[in-house]
């Protein structure tokens, strides 16, 4: 059984308030920062031999520190999420499973990433991994959740697709030339 504040959400999906927006807005460009900045550190490393002599040059020796960094920020941003709530946070259990999947997806995806860094170099593998998730996720929402609907929106996500994939296919060739 749904509480009533599922409903609500259930029953008044866009009723966001406009601080809520700006902060969420906020939280989104904070977390871009980060994510373009997640891989640099491994690649200076990589790409310094003279600095680092002996580090490994593969991507994947990497992964074990880059998760472990994970696992504490999790953990910290949970407890105090759980102090802010007085100890009782409000995790719906059916969000659990799908949470710790995503979790898993993740580690796989960041293994490829890691990997797509070592032999194409960041120039190629970002763009590559920033154009692949919106692709994805406009998928499922035309697809599944039949949020982007009408021929006009349609087509103008058919253009930026083709835009961003054609920049993509530029990047990706102009490293041979």
Same mark, same amino acid.
């Given at each position: 059984? @749904? ?5 609500? %959400? ?17 939280? @989104? ?13 491994? #690649?200076? %490393?990589? $790409? ?8 490994? #040059? ?14 504490? #920020?999790?953990?910290?941003?949970? @407890? ?6 007085? $100890? ?26 890691? %990997?797509? $860094? ?34 006009? $929106? ?22 041979? %030339?």
């Amino acid at each position: 059984m @749904a509480s009533s504040e599922e409903q609500d %959400i259930i029953q008044h999906p866009h009723h966001v308030s406009s601080v809520i927006r700006v902060v969420c807005f906020l939280a @989104a460009i904070f977390s871009g920062l980060f994510y373009g900045s997640m891989c640099t550190p491994v #690649t200076f %490393i990589q $790409n310094r031999p003279d600095l680092y002599p002996g580090a490994p #040059t593969e991507g994947l020796p990497y992964l074990f520190s880059f998760f472990l960094g994970i696992m504490p #920020t999790s953990t910290l941003v949970l @407890a105090v999420y759980s102090g802010v709530k007085k $100890n009782s946070p409000s995790l719906p259990p059916y969000l659990v499973l799908p949470s710790l999947l995503a979790g898993l997806l993740f580690a796989v995806g960041m293994g490829g990433f890691f %990997i797509g $860094n070592e032999k194409l170099s960041q120039t190629i593998s970002y763009p590559i991994c920033s154009f692949a998730p919106g692709l994805i996720v406009s998928a499922w929402s035309v697809l599944y959740f039949k949020e982007i609907t009408g021929k006009r $929106n349609m087509i103008l996500l058919g253009i930026a697709y083709a835009f961003t994939l054609v920049g993509v296919i530029m990047v990706t060739v102009s490293k041979d %030339i």
